[in-house]
């Protein structure tokens, strides 16, 4: 929480001076201190956990074509995306029928990239840290003071247990949806949009042949589906009541319920190493920005997981705030710092709507004893005409690649 002013000044803590604290080395604050790195921007990110803890966490498998031009216009793609590039195809199997539809926008240049995100993690940290970046972990009781003043401070405890100081001209607060950054800004200030979408996933990670495709599956079991997650490791969720406890989920149901869904008998089983139900839910906060604060990615909303966006629009915000820094560092202008809440929201809105409109579609298609028989027939009349229809299939493409007219990686 922010401090009383009397408490910044405390001679017996070391104080230091950057230009930019990063809270929180998720996808978000790695970008960020890469980019600003990238024009020669001094920063500082202080993360929370250990290294092994964040090069392993895995959650999402795909960098958009979007995001995959936003770092080869930062002339870092070839060091931080691993994975395969993705072959423009998703698969939806509607009650065991395949449909291709095309998540390739067709336009020239890189296209999205199959990456999980701990891959991608692990590339942004080798790539800071070889270029000389300053990373700290274990950085434990994070707090942001005078974030309205010029000069903002950071305390926090290092590693060995002693406390810090690090005076600078703005913070970025990169650190998720439960991190300390966004509860720094006082009550009032920001509104949040929250949406609970009343549906529960059984997500289960396993040692199994990816599939060639990411795969979605509808039908009266309810909703399924399969992504790669790295040679051979598979992501499989499954549609479940919000409340329900994992641990009634066997390998034996998981396999089973698997196998009906997703209308593949033959699938194979392996070895379960993650097992967990979430709520669907989606969050926006706005402004995005509380003085010399600026919150980038989950610690400014949360995008339901279908369509893949959370991890992509993270990297959307990290890029606009490195550019709005550099302008402000190398030619003194702040419009674009002042603009940051706006130009982000837009994006954010957008994809909050099309993952809304994927999440309501491919639930409501399947079992019809939650949304009712009508919402069933709509969400099937729509799944029609993205089969069928060429401009529908040409709109759901461009939402994928994240390309629209304002998505320019012009620097
Ligand atoms: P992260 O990844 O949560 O990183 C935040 C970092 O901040 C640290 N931290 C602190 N550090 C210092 N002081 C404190 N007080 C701190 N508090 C926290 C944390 O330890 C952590 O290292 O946020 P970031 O960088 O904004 O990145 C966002 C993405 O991680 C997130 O949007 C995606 O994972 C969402 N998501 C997906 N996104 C996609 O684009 N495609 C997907 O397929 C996809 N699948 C998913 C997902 C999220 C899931 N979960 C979390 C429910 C699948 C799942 C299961």
């Known amino acids: 929480m922010a401090a009383k002013d009397g408490e910044l000044t405390d001679p017996a803590i070391p104080a230091e001076s950057t230009t930019v604290v990063v809270i929180g080395a998720g996808p978000a604050g790695l970008t960020v201190a890469n980019l600003l790195r990238r024009c020669g921007v001094d920063c500082v990110v202080l993360e929370c956990r250990t290294q092994a803890y964040v090069t392993q966490r895995q959650r999402a498998g795909i960098v958009e074509t979007r995001a995959v031009r936003m770092f080869d216009a930062w002339g870092l793609a070839d060091r931080v995306l691993g994975g395969v590039p993705s072959d423009g195809t998703l698969e939806f199997r509607v009650d065991g029928e395949r449909h291709l539809v095309s998540d390739g926008d067709g336009s020239d240049g890189p296209q999205a990239r199959i990456c999980p995100q701990q891959v991608l993690v692990q590339k942004l940290m080798a790539a800071y840290l070889d270029d000389g970046g300053d990373l700290r972990f274990e950085a434990a009781d994070v ?37 300390i950054s966004r509860a720094s800004v006082p009550d009032g200030v920001l509104t949040a949009h929250a949406f609970d979408h009343g549906i529960g996933w059984l997500t289960v990670l396993a040692d199994t042949p990816p599939p060639p495709r990411p795969l979605l599956a509808v039908s009266r079991h309810g909703y399924a589906a399969h992504f790669s997650r790295g040679p051979h490791t598979s992501r499989y969720y499954l549609q479940c009541p919000p409340d329900d406890d994992p641990k009634a989920w066997t390998d034996p149901r998981v396999w089973e319920a698997l196998r009906t869904r997703l209308g593949d008998p033959a699938l194979p089983s392996g070895p379960i190493t993650e097992r967990e139900i979430f709520r669907l839910r989606s969050l926006v906060h706005d402004p995005m920005q509380y003085g010399r604060l600026h919150l980038v990615g989950d610690a400014a909303h949360i995008v339901s997981p279908m369509g893949g966006k959370g991890m992509n629009l993270a990297l959307y915000d990290a890029d606009l705030f490195a550019r709005a820094v550099r302008d402000f560092v190398r030619d003194g202008d702040d419009g674009p710092l002042r603009t940051y809440s706006r130009r982000c929201l837009r994006r954010v809105w957008n994809d909050q709507e099309f993952s809304h409109w994927l999440t309501r579609t491919l639930h409501d298609a399947g079992d019809d004893t939650g949304a009712g028989s009508f919402h069933r ?3 099937r009349a729509r799944l029609d005409r993205l089969f069928t229809s060429r401009a529908a299939d040409g709109a759901f493409a461009e939402l994928m690649a994240g390309l629209d007219p304002e998505a320019s990686t012009a620097h």
């Open 143 to 179: 707090s942001l003071h005078d974030l309205t003043g010029d000069r903002p401070t950071v305390r926090y405890r290092d590693a060995d247990g002693e406390l810090r100081a690090i005076a600078c001209a703005f913070v970025a607060g990169c650190d998720g949806d439960r991190g």
């Open 377 to 379: 027939g709509l969400a």
